[in-house]
């Protein structure tokens, strides 16, 4: 009947280039190993971009796409996004906030989200499958970006 | 770390004419729940709640809104998502609240879950009654 997640993880850069390539939705094939074979931005203004994703094929050789929304907010470090198409979910929403720390900047994803009836899997399955791809694609964040941060991009 | 509340109404009344009133302002002011600095782009909503910025993003093909506050200094965030669907007798209102409140705001999660679970529910129950009318 709903399900939550709440996943962080410690950057060691600063917080404009964690900024910078976290919301940069074209890098995020890059950044989300090995889940999204493809990031298409389809309107974009000042605070807010709508994309379409699509993953990579799973097993059974089925790739889903769909449309999703972030609207940023720069001044507080805090972006919270939608799925605009919302698929087998009722609902699926986003908040993620990106917090200076003296060890670097903190990435925080929760994510809140209600499966369907007759979706092909239960909300406790995708809070697991959620759960898990968020603490894997935080660490993907943390490889990527530091590596970019030793590189000297600093944004 | 995390407040969560999910409230359901059952009005008499059809889908399309629950929708209508769901997502007309006109009338949530009749029903006693004014919004000021009402500004609406499309499909898109914004108005003030008390100090807070609202915005309310409409999917007339689902029935669905989701709503959330911006910059709000009491919430980490909080995010409202309403249903409507049609059920025996007349449509389902439903309102799913997910939300953290600030450290240092008035109340924690456990108090805000009581409070919005009491103004969701009046919430619905006034569109409601609206609708059935």
């Given at each position: 009947m709903s399900a939550h997640t709440d996943n962080e993880i410690v950057i060691a850069a600063p917080l404009a280039l964690v900024w910078d390539v976290a919301n940069d939705v074209q890098r995020w094939p890059e950044l989300f190993a090995g889940e999204y074979a493809a990031a298409e931005v389809l309107e974009r203004d000042e605070d807010r971009v709508r994309f379409r994703l699509t993953t990579v094929p799973g097993p059974d050789g089925r790739a889903y796409s769909w449309v999703s929304e972030r609207c940023l907010d720069r001044g507080r470090g805090t972006v919270e996004a939608r799925r605009v198409e919302p698929g087998p979910f009722r609902y699926v929403h986003l908040f993620q906030s990106f917090t200076a720390t003296p060890a670097g900047t903190r990435l925080r994803w929760v994510q809140d989200f209600e499966a369907r009836?007759?979706?092909?899997?239960t909300d406790e399955a995708m809070r697991r499958r959620i759960d898990a791809g968020a603490r894997a694609n935080l660490r993907r964040h943390r490889d990527v970006i530091e590596a970019l941060a030793a590189s000297g991009v600093s944004r | 770390m995390a407040g969560h509340v999910d409230v359901r109404v059952v009005a008499r009344a059809p889908l399309d004419q629950v929708w209508a009133v769901a997502t007309d302002p006109a009338a949530w002011a009749r029903a006693g729940h004014p919004v000021a600095d009402l500004e609406r782009r499309g499909d898109r909503l914004r108005f003030r709640v008390g100090g807070d910025l609202v915005e309310r993003v409409e999917d007339a093909r689902h029935r669905t809104v989701a709503s959330r506050r911006l910059?709000?200094?009491?919430?980490v965030y909080c995010h409202l998502w309403f249903g409507h669907q049609a059920v025996a007798g007349g449509t389902e209102l439903r309102c799913v609240a997910d939300f953290e409140m600030a450290?240092?705001?008035?109340?924690?999660d456990a108090e805000m879950e009581a409070v919005l679970a009491r103004t969701l529910r009046g919430n619905l129950e006034a569109t409601a009654r609206l609708a059935e009318r």
């Open positions: 009836p007759g979706a092909p899997f | 910059g709000s200094d009491q919430f450290p240092g705001a008035v109340a924690g």
